[in-house]
C-alpha cells in the first residue's frame, strides 16, 4: 500500500514541536517521517525517533524521497516558503503544508492586516504554482485563535482592543497538531485546499469565563480602542515582527478571528472531539 513520506520543517517551534509529537504518535501510517533542523541544532532532537536532516531548505536534495511537507516556520522566515517550494517541487514533492494556521484571512475585514501580509504573499504563489504544475497539491490549514495565546495568563490580565460581545473561534494547539497530521491521510481532487477546523466558538466574554473557571481566579478585562493598537504598531514599525505582533492585537475581538469566516467548518472529516477551552486551560494550568 502507497504510504505518505512526511518532512517538517520548523520542529522546535510552538506549533513545530506539536506535529512533531503527533508525526511520532502516528509514525506507523508514513513511509518516512523526518525533519529538517540548522546543523547547530540537531543535537536538540537526540532521541527524537525520527531522521534529523540538516541541510538547507534552499537544496532540492534535502526533499528526495519525500511525497509531503509541512512548513510549521514562524513569522521571520514565512516569507521565505515560496523558495521551499520550489526546491521540494523540483525534488519531486507532490504537496506542500504552508504555514497557515490561523483565523480565515480570506476575510475583507482582516485581509490587509500586517501580520497576516507575508501569509497572502505565500498563498498567491501556492495558488500560481499548483496551477502551472501537474501534479502538485497544497493545504492551508484554517483553525481560530490558538486557544492558548488569547490573554496574559501571568498576570490574568485581559487587554482587549475592540468591543465587547464579539464572536471568536479558537482551537487547541495540541487539537490543530492532530487536525493537520490527520488531514495527510484525507484526499482531494484539485490544486489547492482550504481545511476549516474550530474547536470551540463563543462570545470573548465566554471565553475569559472558560478560563477564571478552569482556574478558579478573576480576569481583569479591558477594552481598548483599536486606533491604541495601531499607533502602537506605527511607533514600533522599525522592529519587522513586533510590528506584525502589534497589528494582530484587534484580532480576538474583531468579530474576524474564526476559522468560518468565508466557509463551513471542516470538522467532520475528522474522528476525535476537539477540547473545550475549559478542558485546555485546565490541562495548562491545573487547578490554579
Not at 5 to 27: D, F, M, N, T, Y
Not at 42 to 68: M, N, P, R
Not at 227 to 241: H, M, N, P, T
Request: aromatic share 10%.
Amino acid at each position: 500500500m502507497w504510504k505518505i513520506s512526511v518532512l517538517l520543517i520548523g520542529a522546535s517551534g510552538s506549533l513545530g514541536a506539536p506535529l512533531l509529537e503527533e508525526l511520532k504518535r502516528q509514525k506507523a501510517s508514513f513511509a518516512r517521517v523526518a525533519i529538517l533542523t540548522a546543523p547547530d541544532r540537531a543535537s536538540k532532537f537526540d532521541g527524537a525517533g525520527v531522521e534529523v536532516i540538516t541541510k538547507s531548505f534552499y537544496d532540492s536534495t534535502t526533499y528526495l524521497g519525500f511525497t509531503h511537507v509541512i512548513s510549521a516556520v514562524g513569522n521571520q522566515l514565512m516569507i521565505l516558503q515560496p523558495a521551499m517550494v520550489e526546491a521540494a517541487v523540483a525534488a519531486g514533492v507532490q504537496h506542500f503544508y504552508a504555514s497557515d494556521w490561523n483565523s480565515d484571512i480570506s476575510q475583507k475585514d482582516i485581509y490587509d492586516m500586517r501580520y497576516f501580509r507575508d501569509k497572502q504573499a505565500v498563498r498567491a504563489y501556492l495558488r500560481q504554482k499548483a496551477a502551472t504544475t501537474p501534479g502538485f497539491q497544497y493545504t492551508l490549514m484554517i483553525t481560530g485563535i490558538f486557544t492558548e495565546w488569547t490573554v496574559d495568563h501571568d498576570s490574568c490580565t485581559a487587554r482587549l482592543f475592540g468591543q465587547p460581545g464579539q464572536r471568536v473561534g479558537v482551537t487547541s494547539i495540541s487539537d490543530i497538531a492532530r487536525y493537520t497530521i490527520d488531514s495527510l491521510h484525507v484526499s482531494f481532487q484539485g490544486a489547492g485546499r482550504t481545511v476549516r477546523i474550530q474547536g470551540w466558538t463563543g462570545s470573548v466574554e465566554d471565553l475569559v469565563a472558560a478560563l477564571e473557571e478552569a482556574r478558579g481566579r478573576k480576569y481583569t478585562v479591558t477594552y481598548e480602542d483599536v486606533a491604541k493598537a495601531k499607533e502602537e504598531g506605527a511607533r514600533l514599525s522599525g522592529d519587522d515582527v513586533q510590528e506584525m505582533m502589534y497589528s494582530i492585537k484587534p484580532l480576538l475581538t474583531s468579530g474576524a478571528g474564526v476559522a468560518d469566516g468565508t466557509g463551513e467548518l471542516d470538522n467532520h472529516l475528522f474522528q476525535f472531539e476537539p477540547e473545550h477551552p475549559v478542558q485546555t486551560f485546565q490541562r495548562l494550568f491545573g487547578s490554579g
